[in-house]
């Protein structure tokens, strides 16, 4: 399968609130890649304009895009 790199940034109501209770977001990521027939292989944390990215492996790219759709909403 083919691996896909993306990139995600938290809303601030986000971060205030994984700041307040927090929360493995691994695993919740990776039960969202894997309920589209993914596997997740990496999920990292960064500093700059991105909070943080993944490498998954997906079946194609429209499954990979139906799973990021399904994220942003």
Partial sequence: MPHY???FAFKDSTL?????APQDREAAGRQ???SFGGRMHCYY????EH???GIAEF???V???????????
């Fill in 5 to 7: 790199m993306f990139r």
């Fill in 16 to 20: 205030k609130a994984m700041t307040d």
């Fill in 32 to 34: 969202v890649v894997e």
């Fill in 45 to 48: 944390f960064c500093l700059g």
């Fill in 51 to 53: 909070d943080g990215i």
């Fill in 59 to 61: 079946p194609d790219i």
């Fill in 63 to 73: 499954t990979a895009t139906a799973c990021t759709m399904r994220v942003a909403s």
